[in-house]
């Protein structure tokens, strides 16, 4: 369970909104999809702010779109106000966008000494879902 307070976030009714979004979401959300589940007199920069916050905080994670766009998901790692703490790979379908994490794909140890440290991994898989290709 994830709760915005274990998160070092105030409660709010739009926060707790937010993420009630999220937990029931089967794939990563953009920004069109959040706002058409929120209220119609949702303020674009109070959404965009509440997500940078989330993110900050550990609650979800951005997934970058094939169109520079990023997709947002909730964090089934233990991630926190100090950073996240998972490399997985994401899912995108080319011919319906919907994007999920891979969460059950460990990604294998890379052993290049070359890098020193990674930042960020963010692997994305392309192809067709089961429902499309149905
Ligand atoms: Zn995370
Ligand atoms: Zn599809
Ligand atoms: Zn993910």
């Known amino acids: 369970m994830h709760t915005l307070k274990k998160h070092g976030l105030r409660e709010t009714t739009f926060r707790k909104l937010l993420l009630n979004n999220f937990e029931q979401a089967k794939h990563a959300l953009n920004l069109e999809e959040l706002r058409s589940k929120l209220p119609e007199d949702t303020d674009r ?6 997500l940078q916050s989330f993110e900050q905080s550990g609650l979800i994670h951005s997934i970058p ?9 909730l964090c ?17 379908c080319q011919k319906c966008q919907t994007t999920w994490c891979l969460d059950h794909w460990a990604l294998p140890p890379l052993n290049d000494n070359r890098i020193s440290a990674i930042a960020t991994a963010d692997l994305i898989v392309t192809g067709t879902c089961a429902q499309c290709a149905a």
Not at 45 to 50: G, Q
Not at 77 to 85: A, I, L, S, V
Request: some cysteine; hydrophobic content about 20%.
């Open 45 to 50: 920069i109070t959404l965009y702010r509440t």
């Open 65 to 73: 779109d094939t169109e520079g766009n990023k997709k947002y998901a």
């Open 76 to 92: 089934l790692d233990p991630c926190d106000t100090h950073g996240h703490n998972h490399s997985h790979a994401h899912f995108t």
